[in-house]
């Protein structure tokens, strides 16, 4: 059984920052891929990123592209998602997922954690 933890949400004015973690705990191996999602009020669950804890492989989504930095901590089996130069359409509850695949599809995720709320203002 795995447990993932996310925290580090909040509200911020557009332009500004802020850092999302996501702490792991259970049984999982270190060639999994952890990916970070997000879900605005209705629409899907959307893809924003992932990394390999063990070769930190990295995949973006194009409107993240160069404003979000995925990042891993192994020894404290944490995954970071730095978001810079926020936007209104940024806002959204944000997920950390764990699966065997790099793929943006959420179904292909095994192990999800519990949301942390993003609001951006403008």
């Known amino acids: 059984q795995v447990q993932l933890v996310e925290s580090g949400g909040g509200l911020v004015q557009a332009g500004g920052s802020l850092r999302l973690s996501c702490a792991a705990s259970?049984?999982?191996?270190?060639?999994?891929?952890m990916g970070w999602f997000r879900q605005a009020p209705g629409k899907e669950r959307e893809f924003v990123a992932l990394?390999?804890?063990?070769?930190?492989?990295?995949r973006y989504a194009d409107s993240v592209k160069g404003r979000f930095t995925i990042s891993s901590e192994n020894a404290k089996n944490t995954v970071y998602l730095q978001m810079n130069s926020l936007k209104s359409e940024d806002t959204g509850v944000y997920y950390c997922?764990?699966?065997?695949?790099?793929?943006?599809?959420?179904?292909?995720?095994?192990?999800w954690g519990q949301g942390t709320q993003v609001t951006v203002s403008s």
């Open positions: 997922a764990l699966g065997f695949v790099p793929t943006a599809t959420p179904a292909s995720y095994h192990d």
């Open positions: 990394i390999n804890w063990s070769y930190a492989i990295t």
């Open positions: 259970g049984r999982f191996f270190s060639d999994y891929y």
